[in-house]
């Protein structure tokens, strides 16, 4: 790997520049962390609240410690945490459908959500799915403005007695708008309050949690969404999901998860929480450490003429990092070097194909130790244009120096830098 030619220099120069900002993100990472202690510390956990529970699982006492830690962390009044919710999509599923009912309608006012939400709300046209619509609940989402920011005008006109839950995607998922802030996400509930005072607001908060120093359940949210293979599992967990927000809301989508008159009293535990207590302590720093890595990846790539979101000066409220290559062939070559760095599946190279739940081939670099972790180092993208690819994670920033630094090495090396 060239460390000392060109390379060499963009290394040092960005070192230089991102210097405050990494400052930044450890200062955030302290202060989650004092705050998850905290939240271990009120809830008494205890080496017991580590064992397994089997079959129905009632009268796991570490499964329900473990969920008032969340909801203590998370500023919240109840959270639902559990290894039976297999990912971030199925968590949201749980409080859409948990939460709605037939007649009711479901409002996304920062603009069209991930791709892998239109199988929830509406399903393959003329096929029944067991989608919202097929319950007779409605869907329709408020295109953001062109400056990003959303068009409370166009919400406002849309609401209608009808309005349930208002829906805020925090990430920005496969689209090139900026994700917003949990400081954004407040003043968007302020607003909505105004509009729709009954409408119960929900929030996706994948790939956002300990980014900042505040969650969206702090600022007014009423119910939101993640999963346990993102930031709150800390790369240890191996599978799980979480909601947290009021009360009633997460009864009601317990009783989603399992069935009603059961809810949230059932649910094996197996040996799934010394990983989630142990991810979750671990979060706030294992979080900076990817978000550290965002940051010298966008110095970088910058330097070597491609196109980042967020710039490594903005302020972060999510993994994500965005590159726009020059066309496919810079893109799927990227992300093979993202694989051929990684401590899984090395000697793997990835190809673009397809993906339940999206419509173009979609190329993965995911040499992770769990399958699909979105907290350890990925790079994964839709192939068209503007041949966008979404990085993400990194246990450790040593290790997203490492790739970056070994797939422009590739690219310069095959003459495919246009800089």
Known sequence: MD????????????????????KKADDIALFNQAKVLAAFRE?????????PSTGYGYDDEGREVLERVYASTFG?????????????????????????????????????????LASIVSGPEGKDTGSLRDYGISYRHIDLKPDGTVDFDAVSDAVTE???????????????????????????????????????????????EFVETAEPTEVGVDLMAGSLIKNPGGGLAKTGGYLAGRTDLIEKC??????????????????????????????????AQAVKGAIFTSAMLEAAGMSTSPHYTSDRTDLIQSVSFNDAEQMIR??????????????????????PGYEDDVIMAAGTFVQGSSIELTADGP?????????????????????????LDALMKENLLKN
């Open 3 to 22: 460390i000392t030619g060109q390379i060499g220099t963009w290394k040092k120069d960005a070192e230089q520049k991102i210097t405050p900002f990494l």
């Open 43 to 51: 809830n008494r956990v205890s080496d017991h609240h580590m064992n």
């Open 76 to 116: 919240s009044e109840s959270a639902l945490v559990r290894n039976q919710i297999i990912s971030g999509t199925h968590a949201i599923s749980i409080a859409l459908f948990g939460v709605l009912r037939p007649g009711d309608e479901l409002l996304y006012i920062t603009g069209e959500p991930y791709d892998t």
């Open 162 to 208: 009808k309005t349930a839950m208002i829906a805020i995607q925090r990430s920005k998922g496969y689209s090139l708008r900026p994700s917003f802030t949990v400081g954004q996400i407040g003043e968007m509930v302020q607003k909505v309050r105004e509009i729709a005072p009954k409408a119960i607001i929900f929030t996706d908060n994948c790939y956002g």
């Open 254 to 287: 317990a009783y989603r998860m399992t069935s009603p008159g059961i809810g949230a009293e059932a649910g094996a535990s197996l040996g799934t929480l010394p990983d989630m207590y142990q991810g979750f302590f671990l979060a706030p720093h294992v979080t």
């Open 334 to 355: 990227f992300c093979r070097e993202i694989q051929a760095h990684s401590p899984v599946n090395a000697h793997f190279a990835p190809e673009p194909s397809y993906m």
């Open 383 to 407: 192939i068209r244009p503007p041949y966008t690819a979404y990085i993400q994670g990194g246990l450790t920033y040593e290790h997203v120096q490492i790739a970056i630094l070994g797939a």
